[in-house]
């Protein structure tokens, strides 16, 4: 089941990485997405894992989760990608948006969601993602 | 540690668990048209979404359990009677 009005082609394209330390949570998202029609997706629990990858894999989206496995914070992973891949997507997801919402913003977060979060938000965020996606093309 | 910002957070957690459940359990259903799937198609529909649904009341509980452990830790610091609205204005 597609979102309404979004290109199968960049659907396919799109690479997505899932940084998230409850694994129900991270499996839960990523077959929501697969069931959108994204093909491929990373997931990770731990913050040092995910710099590693992010820098080799370099996804265009990464759903973060603030709180990790390992204790390093997601706002770090946050920073540390926008320094590697300024275009790349990070969507921050965490139950505390009033402590980490400026902080993710002022480190270039393009979104936050606010946990417990609809799939509707899901949506309304790939959708602008490509919308500014197919606007580069 | 058992913090009660780690409880909200838990609780955060459960909730995200049970609408993820329960929206992908739906569009399983939605996404194909069942009555003119054949019946192995459709028995493997039924079996994912079923499958998913069990998951729903343990976390449904399990975020109970959360609730009731700081429902305990609240009420002796600040009395049950007290009007949160009037509070929080």
Same mark, same amino acid.
């Given at each position: 089941?597609?979102?309404?009005?979004?290109? %199968?082609? #960049?659907?396919?394209?799109? %690479? /997505?990485?899932?940084?998230?330390? *409850?694994?129900?949570?991270?499996?839960? #998202? @990523?077959?929501?997405? *697969?069931?959108?029609?994204?093909?491929?997706?990373?997931? /990770?629990?731990?913050?040092?894992?995910?710099?590693?990858?992010? *820098?080799?894999?370099?996804?265009?989206? /990464?759903?973060?989760?603030?709180?990790?496995?390992?204790?390093?914070?997601?706002?770090?992973?946050?920073? %540390?990608?926008?320094? #590697?891949? $300024?275009?790349?997507?990070?969507?921050?997801?965490?139950?505390?948006?009033?402590?980490?919402?400026?902080? @993710?913003?002022?480190?270039?977060?393009?979104?936050?969601?606010?946990? $417990?979060?609809?799939?509707?938000?899901?949506?309304?965020?790939?959708?602008?993602?490509?919308?500014? %996606?197919?606007? *580069?093309? | 540690? !058992?913090?009660?910002?780690?409880?909200?957070?838990?609780? !955060?957690?459960?909730?995200?668990?049970?609408?993820?459940?329960?929206?992908? !359990?739906?569009?399983?259903? +939605?996404?194909?048209?069942?009555?003119?799937?054949?019946? +192995?198609?459709?028995?493997?529909?039924?079996?994912?979404?079923?499958?998913? +649904?069990?998951?729903?009341?343990?976390?449904?509980?399990? !975020?109970?359990?959360?609730?009731?452990?700081?429902?305990?830790?609240?009420?002796?610091?600040?009395?049950?009677?007290?009007?949160?609205?009037?509070?929080?204005?």
């Amino acid at each position: 089941m597609m979102i309404n009005g979004l290109e %199968k082609n #960049l659907m396919d394209s799109l %690479k /997505i990485m899932i940084v998230e330390d *409850e694994a129900d949570i991270c499996d839960l #998202l @990523s077959d929501y997405l *697969e069931m959108k029609g994204c093909k491929n997706i990373s997931k /990770i629990s731990t913050g040092k894992e995910a710099n590693i990858r992010i *820098e080799l894999e370099k996804p265009d989206v /990464i759903f973060l989760d603030i709180q990790l496995a390992d204790n390093v914070r997601g706002l770090e992973v946050l920073k %540390k990608t926008k320094e #590697l891949l $300024p275009n790349a997507k990070v969507v921050m997801m965490s139950a505390y948006k009033e402590e980490h919402g400026q902080e @993710s913003q002022e480190l270039g977060a393009y979104d936050f969601l606010k946990k $417990p979060f609809h799939t509707d938000s899901v949506d309304q965020v790939l959708k602008r993602i490509f919308g500014q %996606k197919e606007g *580069e093309n | 540690m !058992a913090t009660l910002q780690n409880r909200f957070h838990e609780l !955060a957690n459960w909730h995200q668990k049970i609408i993820f459940s329960a929206v992908m !359990a739906k569009e399983i259903l +939605l996404d194909e048209d069942v009555t003119q799937l054949p019946e +192995l198609q459709l028995r493997e529909i039924l079996f994912r979404s079923i499958n998913i +649904l069990s998951k729903v009341d343990q976390y449904v509980i399990a !975020a109970d359990k959360t609730i009731d452990e700081m429902k305990s830790f609240i009420y002796k610091k600040v009395s049950p009677d007290v009007d949160i609205t009037s509070q929080n204005k």
